[in-house]
């Protein structure tokens, strides 16, 4: 059974900047954008899985989404927050710095977006932790694929939703091993998964209470926290603070010299409240620090 929701948000509302902030590359098995700019995802609700496709109306501000799955109502009754209502820009301190309000002015319509479900924005984030961008997709979109399941109703055919906590669970150690996944991190996972629920319900306390409550798991870091916080709470503070990248082309874009995570902190200290606005923004301009190294190579842990 389709359900349907219209609504009209009070500000100006980009999709394709606030929901793909949610995607994981072009290849994440569960995210799509339609042709027409619509946007496709796939979600496992407390309700169960749901397929959730939006789109925006020309000319009118408004924004409707039809929604099929058992998780359809628990995720239309939250429709707001996914697009950023619970967020606001207006006390960003766009002016200490001209990239900064250049940017910020350039997307008015750039939302931090809510999902209100941990484990979904904590499974990718430690799969992510110290490897490249490729191979930590490369490892979502293998198992997504391999022990997801389809999404419900008319969504394109590859859409997939992600396993459930058990699913994840049994996983065999081969198939960590296949997607690329090394010991530490798949033993980060079960660390996380034998806690879900009391993670999932981290969704409805305070940012800082959440963040502290992710962190005591072992194998979770503030870096993961940060990750997992800015998707699943909407956090515009969660700086992703020992990202290998994001402190150089902060410090790059901001002096133009280089950066460490102390340099990094100091410099988006005026920023408190909306550090991870700030960082998002510098990546959106384009900023590049100068490459001096050789690129990191991705790893096949498979043939460890």
């Known amino acids: 059974m389709e359900l349907t929701r219209t609504w009209r948000p009070p500000y100006a509302l980009d999709l394709r900047l606030t929901l793909g902030q949610l995607q994981r590359g072009k290849s994440d098995p569960t ?10 995802r796939s979600a496992l609700t407390p309700d169960g899985p749901c397929t959730l496709r939006v789109s925006a109306r020309r000319g009118t501000g408004e924004v409707t989404g039809r929604a099929w799955g058992p998780g359809a109502a628990w995720q239309l009754d939250r429709f707001p927050e996914l697009l950023g209502s619970g967020d606001d820009p207006d006390g960003f301190p766009a002016h200490r710095h001209p990239l900064l309000h250049d940017e910020f002015r350039r997307r008015p319509g750039l939302r931090m977006p809510r999902t209100g479900l941990v484990m979904a924005a904590l499974i990718p984030s430690v799969l992510e932790q110290k490897v490249t961008t490729i191979e930590a997709r490369r490892a979502f979109r293998m198992l997504v ?17 992600i396993p459930d906590t058990a699913g994840w669970a049994r996983i065999p150690t081969w198939d960590w091993h296949q997607a690329g996944v090394d010991h530490k991190r798949s033993r980060t996972l079960m660390e996380a998964l034998r806690v879900a629920g009391a993670l999932e319900r981290t969704a409805r306390q305070p940012n800082a209470e ?10 979770i870091g503030v870096w993961t926290t940060a990750e997992t916080m800015q998707r699943s709470h909407g956090d515009a503070d969660a700086l992703s603070v020992g990202d290998l990248h994001l402190c150089g082309q902060v410090a790059h874009a901001l002096t133009g010299a280089p950066g460490d995570d102390a340099r990094m902190l100091e410099l988006l200290e005026p920023f408190r409240g909306h550090r991870h606005r700030a960082a998002l923004l510098i990546r959106m301009s384009g ?9 990191f190579a991705p790893r096949d842990f498979s043939r460890i």
């Open 210 to 219: 959440a963040s502290r409550l992710l962190k005591l798991v072992p194998g």
């Open 31 to 40: 995210y799509r954008v339609a042709a027409d700019g619509a946007v496709w």
């Open 287 to 295: 900023v590049r620090v100068p490459r001096r190294a050789p690129r």
């Open 145 to 161: 694929h391999r022990h997801g399941t389809p999404a419900p109703g008319p969504a394109p055919d590859d859409l997939r939703v």
